[in-house]
């Protein structure tokens, strides 16, 4: 039968290897997953980071507050004496 010859689409009759197109589409849906896993873990690094930040001032507040009473008692001391 030539080409010529042959109604329909050329799809009906060309061969499909079906194991390759499962094995390409595997690949495509772990490519999307890889993806999606990195963005998320992008975000989770971007909250890890805001919450260091917010820890380290934390960190700060309480030191400064604590050497402004050391301070503010030294102070206290020289003046009474």
């Not at 499909?16 to 390409?24: G, L, Q, T, V």
């Not at 960190?59 to 050391?70: E, T, W």
Request: net charge negative; hydrophobic share 45%; charged share 25%.
């Amino acid at each position: 039968m030539s080409e010529r010859d042959r109604s329909g689409s050329r799809y009906l009759y060309a061969p499909f290897d079906a194991a390759s197109a499962r094995i390409e589409a595997n690949e495509r849906v772990q490519d999307e997953r890889w993806q999606a896993l990195s963005f998320r873990l992008e975000g989770i690094e971007t909250a890890l980071e805001r919450l260091e930040r917010r820890l380290w001032l934390a960190v700060f507040g309480v030191v400064s507050v604590i050497l402004a009473q050391g301070i503010n008692e030294l102070i206290q001391l020289s003046g009474a004496g």
